[in-house]
């Protein structure tokens, strides 16, 4: 008889389990806890069993659960809820490092009774953040502490004050703009009742501009989000001597990282002027002059003739129409063989790699489908998107790195004149 689902699910997590720990002993690594001080993150050796011990225990959850409460643990809009007061009123860094706050002196720091904080926090309890080591008391856990820092909160904050609100009026955006990709058209300018873009919206909200930058910037903190992604797995130095131009490229800080490792490499920034801010200032001596700035539109005629292309992690807010547009106001300049380089979300095809991931992936398209009226892309979606920019793209390789966010694809333009 074949071992019952629960049964191989129980053993796959015991087995694997034993694999993480082992090489946790083997590199006098902590074990992973709650604690307030406790590490983050496994090491890049043991991810496979993480994915099937995080796989596994969603599924095993899943299945000793009834349907409805499945489908309202998963909805999560309680949770939502309690997020937003955390971070509205700052409480993470209301509560000491290492030591405890009743609840009482909670709410006498913020416009909400002692019932309500107790009703908020304990809620947020369930979810891991925060703890109560005596009763009426308030100590961290490591996911709430990572709140106190103003970036981190301002993270969560975005998510519950600007992507929430804008989730719960997407049906009726796909209601009123049936196939729309515009982003004025969106459940997040219905939720704030303007025809402006986010973009336009926030960049005319200096407060709200910061939080949703400062969490673009909590993101970066993240390993999986590290430049050494780019630097290290797609072959530079290959190029020689040659012009890169970045566009969405900020304040440079990725455009600098390739210049320290490439010596032979200029790279341009190109951006919106208010994105880059005083940014020359920013490069260091030994990088000015293969480090520049320039004030563009990526949707307006490029004018630098560049070796490469690079765009990271910046079309997956814009809708097909508008990354085509994009990409064809780069053919003006490109000679053949020049390359465009997309790093970016790479959408996993359904049932390939980890439950979890794809999960978290198509969580994560459905917020751009709220914000920007855009969406993620599998390596099929982005050959069709080249091709529908000039038939002359061709996809010449695709690099996902472990561990990394971010997928890394590369396009040669083989000029058809």
Not at 30 to 59: G, I, K, M, R
Not at 222 to 230: M, T
Request: glycine residues 6%; hydrophobic residues 45%.
């Amino acid at each position: 008889m074949a071992t019952p689902r629960i049964i191989h699910l129980a053993q796959t997590i015991s087995a694997s389990v034993a694999k993480i720990q082992d090489v946790l002993t083997a590199q006098g690594l902590q074990t992973p806890s709650f604690d307030e001080d406790a590490s983050h993150y496994l090491p890049l050796e043991v991810l496979e069993a993480q994915n099937a011990v995080l796989d596994a225990t969603s599924e095993l959850n899943d299945l000793l659960m009834e349907p409805m409460s499945m489908i309202h643990c998963l909805g999560g809009h309680n949770n939502s809820l309690c997020s937003q007061a955390i971070t509205r009123f700052r409480i993470a860094s209301l509560i000491p490092p290492g030591g405890t706050k009743s609840f009482a002196e909670i709410a006498s720091q913020t416009p909400l009774s002692e019932q309500m904080v107790t009703r908020i926090l304990r809620q947020a309890m369930s979810m891991r953040i925060f703890c109560e080591p005596e009763p009426g008391m308030v100590g961290h856990t490591k996911a709430s502490r990572i709140l106190v820092d103003p970036v981190t909160n301002d993270w969560l904050g975005a998510g519950t004050e600007e992507l929430w609100p804008a989730a719960t009026k997407v049906v009726d955006a796909l209601e009123k703009w049936p196939g729309s990709e515009e982003p004025s058209e969106t459940g997040f300018c219905l939720a704030n009742n303007t025809t402006d873009s986010i973009y336009a919206f926030l960049g005319a909200n200096p407060t709200r501009a910061a939080r949703f930058g400062n969490a673009m910037v909590a993101y970066s903190k993240k390993p999986e989000f590290s430049p050494a992604y780019l630097t290290d797995h797609f072959d530079w130095s290959s190029l020689g001597a040659a012009t890169v131009v970045h566009l969405g490229g900020g304040t440079g800080f990725y455009a600098m990282e390739l210049a320290k490792k490439f010596a032979d490499l200029k790279v341009v920034v190109q951006d919106m002027a208010f994105m880059m801010g005083p940014a020359e200032a920013g490069v260091p001596e030994e990088l000015k002059g293969r480090v520049t700035f320039e004030a563009h539109d990526f949707f307006a005629p490029q004018i630098v003739n560049a070796d490469v292309v690079f765009f990271r992690w910046v079309l997956r807010t814009w809708g097909d129409k508008y990354c085509i547009a994009a990409l064809k106001a780069q053919l003006p300049m490109l000679k053949s063989g020049a390359r465009v380089v997309v790093q970016d979300m790479i959408l996993p095809e359904p049932g390939k790699g980890p439950f979890w991931k794809e999960r978290a992936a198509r969580s994560a398209d459905m917020s751009l489908t709220a914000g920007f009226n855009s969406r993620d892309r599998t390596v099929d979606d982005w050959k069709t998107l080249f091709t529908a920019a000039d038939e002359g793209f061709v996809l010449k390789s695709v690099a996902e790195p472990k561990g990394s966010a971010l997928g890394i694809l590369e396009f040669v333009w083989e000029s058809k004149k």
